[in-house]
């Protein structure tokens, strides 16, 4: 099916390519044809940031006046080149990778953060899922990516004078979004159908042409709905399960079969969160469509090629939907699929029924996606733990260790968020083409001087607090009566101070009232003569969030005290384009979660190409990229087991990070030589910005998902053909018919020249002994680490049909550390996802 763009408007003949220039969301990190949007209409542009806007809002006359204008054809016409030259030229997946990966990837996600003139995210998943899609199509690989066109999207923010935050809707209007309806080769209007109870609801399709990738968007606003279901994509987490439930409806059946309806069949499924696992419910139901199977072996032949990324680090942040909401609306959509509700309800059960409808059984979203998958991951090295953690109690019998979760650290599009003056150094070090090839781990700046990296600081800082002035002015700081006029408005920031910087979801484990645990310690170093501080903060609390609304309030009532005033500013409505500006211009970045729950916390990453620092709590990413040249840490060291969640941790930490600010961050920043340059401070911003950029870069992730995941899953993939998926199947049902009378005998152990040999005697019941594996397991503990050693079979035992004498040698440790344990082995799947089967010696 060949798709057909959307051309609302006519334009002089000679200007039809600025169609593809704005339709291609490209412009939101390559900024080579800003000064075309800003020549046709330059108030548009500098308060929209939307090309397809400025472009369907300029006037029919001034076209016309461009049209004939030389200057400006020039630069068109070398930005249609350019953009020509991007989408034809080779990339790091063309060289390396060769179309090892079929017919791509499918990447699904419930928010995408591209733009803020898109604005169809909420927070840091979105963003995540933007720069995912922003690296792919710098690197050339083949993702089309779906999502939902939300009608209003996630809430715009206001604070009122008491400072209550105020939450609004405004509608997101299709046609001035920088989006086109997906039409196919008889120009009709890409529709997708979902069936519903007594119902079926139309989807119209969108697309976001993001570089070389694709972003497909699912709409509800068909007028031929229901009113009801005309809202369904209304608005982004709403807090209605029934809601909910069908948005997921949407997102994973709809989104799904609009790939089929295209004629797409990729090679990959990788879900970004649980909220999509119904994608991979159908996608087995279109496989087994196509080979005339039964689910369980669709099941078994897609799931190796279905990968499921976790953000989440606590079990309740996972969705539920009740059992009588699951069986409304999902009865029509499995009708004559061979898959009761009931049996799709226990893949996602943290207590199966056996398929048994009765009841009000819930299902977990996210532990459906584990189900459906073939790999699981988390996003950094501390959420691998929590993730193994958190899925424990679905594996009986596993230990954390041994659950199958990996890890790929997340990362950020860095040419999204480097700012000018920063561009301009890194290309000078690095070569302008740096972001779009493999980065190297190291790019040292030796070519850049001190006095200029701290002239790139001082301008970004002096822009940060022009843009602060503007943006408060805007906020109507002249009518807020707490307030003087000069500090309400952002007179007071200045140019040359430590400006700190916080800027994410307002909820209390984030804990972004740290500093306000001791105000008056804040309030010496505010209003420090010397060594003055300034803070920015911004941040939205879910509308049902109490506990983050009044977190605002507490910070909107201390900015306001007679001698703080203008020293801190909250900046309302905090989006991309509010972090973009923050990034660019703090000195510092301050991200201070609870340990462990932040499951990564990419934030404070986008700083890094800018040469601004972090102090961050020593969790998620900043736990691999922290060490003393780069930045601070709070509660350096902390491993996984340290949970952080007492009132008595709050006050630890946020002592722990007063002492850092006044003893090494403050000081270290006014520590200037006879030059007024802080050389030690630029120390730390050349360590940083060489060893963690490049590291902590999207571009790195993407890669990273690529070599060790996409191509050996999509290799795995290509052997699980309609007769191994059907041979695999008729095999472990053998097995698990099998297992309860699995056994163990002797066990015994023997030492000698410094090892320990021990041997077990195995009862398998028939079971072929290739299939299964044989393991001596001692947890760590004093005597050493963790060790799982293999047990090789020595013989049958001639006196017991099927039992079977099985031996090892390990070093010594005190009686009762080994235990051996029986599991399922076969080298064609991800054990133990695929099989948890095991059996212990008692």
Not at 343 to 369: F, R, T, V, W, Y
Not at 503 to 510: C, G, M, N, Q, V
């Amino acid at each position: 099916m060949t798709l057909a763009a959307c051309t609302p408007r006519s334009l002089p003949e000679s200007l039809n390519g600025l169609f593809e220039l704005a339709l291609d969301l490209r412009w939101t990190w390559h900024h080579g044809s800003d000064e075309l949007w800003r020549a046709l209409d330059e108030e548009t542009w500098e308060a929209t940031g939307n090309a397809w806007l400025v472009l369907n809002s300029v006037s029919g006359d001034r076209l016309e006046d461009l049209a004939q204008d030389p200057s400006f054809q020039q630069r068109y016409l070398e930005q249609l080149a350019a953009h020509h030259r991007f989408v034809h030229a080779d990339t790091w997946y063309s060289d390396e990778c060769a179309s090892n990966l079929g017919e791509g990837i499918a990447y699904f996600c419930m928010e995408y953060g591209l733009s803020e003139s898109l604005p169809l995210y909420s927070g840091g998943l979105g963003v995540l899922a933007g720069d995912y899609l922003k690296a792919a199509s710098d690197l050339g690989l083949p993702v089309t990516a779906v999502g939902l066109l939300y009608q209003q999207g996630y809430f715009r923010q206001a604070i009122s004078t008491d400072g209550e935050q105020l939450e609004f809707y405004p509608y997101n209007d299709p046609t001035m979004l920088p989006i086109s309806p997906l039409r196919d080769s008889d120009d009709q209007w890409v529709r997708v159908v979902v069936p519903f109870p007594g119902r079926h609801v139309r989807l119209r399709a969108w697309k976001a042409q993001v570089g070389r990738c694709e972003l497909l968007l699912l709409d509800s606003n068909d007028p031929r709905n229901e009113p009801g279901d005309r809202g369904i994509t209304s608005e982004l987490y709403t807090g209605d399960p029934e809601k909910r439930l069908q948005q997921e409806m949407v997102l994973g059946i709809g989104g799904w079969r609009l790939l089929r309806q295209l004629g797409r069949r990729p090679s990959l499924c990788h879900l970004n969160e649980g909220h999509c696992a119904l994608a991979l419910v159908e996608r087995a139901f279109s496989w087994q469509e196509d080979h005339n199977s039964d689910f369980q072996t669709a099941r078994t032949a897609t799931r190796a090629t279905n990968l499921f990324t976790t953000h989440t680090s606590v079990a309740a942040g996972f969705d539920h939907f009740s059992g009588p909401l699951l069986r409304l609306y999902l009865a029509p959509w499995l009708e004559n699929r061979g898959l009761s509700a009931g049996q799709l309800i226990d893949l996602g059960s943290e207590h199966p029924s056996a398929g048994n409808d009765a009841g009000d059984q819930g299902l977990n979203m996210a532990l459906l996606a584990l189900n459906m998958s073939g790999r699981i991951n988390g996003v950094s090295r501390i959420h691998q733990k929590v993730t193994q953690t958190i899925f424990q109690p679905f594996f009986p019998r596993w230990p954390a260790d041994d659950i199958p979760a990996d890890y790929v650290t997340n990362g950020v599009h860095t040419p999204s968020w480097d700012s000018p003056e920063s561009d301009a150094i890194w290309t000078r070090a690095c070569g302008q083409d740096r972001w779009r090839r493999p980065l190297q781990v190291s790019c040292p700046m030796t070519a850049i001087s001190d006095e200029e990296l701290w002239e790139m600081r001082r301008l970004q800082r002096k822009r940060l607090v022009s843009y602060l002035r503007r943006r408060l002015s805007s906020q109507h700081c002249e009518q807020n009566p707490a307030s003087n006029r000069a500090a309400a408005c952002g007179l007071l920031l200045d140019n040359e101070t430590l400006t700190l910087g916080f800027a994410r979801r307002f909820t209390d484990y984030k804990r972004p009232d740290l500093l306000l645990k001791d105000p008056e310690r804040l309030i010496r170093l505010l209003a420090s003569r010397d060594r003055p501080l300034q803070i920015v903060l911004a941040g939205k609390a879910h509308p049902y969030d109490r506990r983050g609304k009044d977190i605002i309030r507490r910070w909107k009532a201390f900015a306001q005290r007679p001698d703080v005033e203008g020293k801190v500013v909250f900046i309302e409505d905090y989006d991309l384009g509010v972090a973009n500006q923050l990034i660019q211009g703090v000195d510092v970045w301050l991200n201070c979660p609870r340990h462990p729950w932040e499951a990564c916390g990419t934030s404070g990453m986008k700083v890094l190409v800018n040469g601004g620092l972090n102090l961050s709590q020593y969790d998620g990413w900043w736990a691999e990229a922290w060490n003393r040249d780069v930045g601070w840490a709070i509660h350096p060291g902390a491993v996984f087991e340290d949970l952080h969640s007492s009132s008595e941790d709050d006050l630890a930490d946020a002592r722990e990070l007063f002492d850092l600010l006044e003893q090494q961050v403050i000081p270290g920043f006014y520590d200037v030589d006879q030059q007024g340059v802080p050389r030690r401070w630029l120390q730390r911003i050349r360590a940083s910005m060489d060893q963690l950029t490049a590291v902590y870069s999207a571009n790195r992730m993407v890669r990273e998902y690529v070599d060790r995941f996409y191509l050996p899953m999509v290799e795995q993939g290509k052997a699980r053909s309609p007769a191994t998926a059907a041979e695999i199947l008729t095999q472990y049902q053998e097995i698990r018919k099998h297992w309860p009378r699995l056994r163990f005998s002797a066990f015994n152990a023997s030492q000698s020249e410094g090892r320990q040999t021990f041997s077990v005697e195995v009862y398998l019941d028939g079971i072929d002994e290739q299939r299964i594996a044989v393991e001596l397991v001692a947890e760590a503990s004093e005597q050493g680490p963790r060790t799982v050693t293999p047990m090789a079979m020595q013989h049958p035992l001639s006196g017991s049909a099927h039992s079977f004498l099985y031996e090892c040698s390990v070093p010594p440790r005190p009686a009762g550390h080994y235990t051996p344990r029986l599991r399922v082995r076969d080298e064609r799947l991800n054990l133990p996802l695929e099989n948890p089967a095991v059996l212990w010696l008692r």
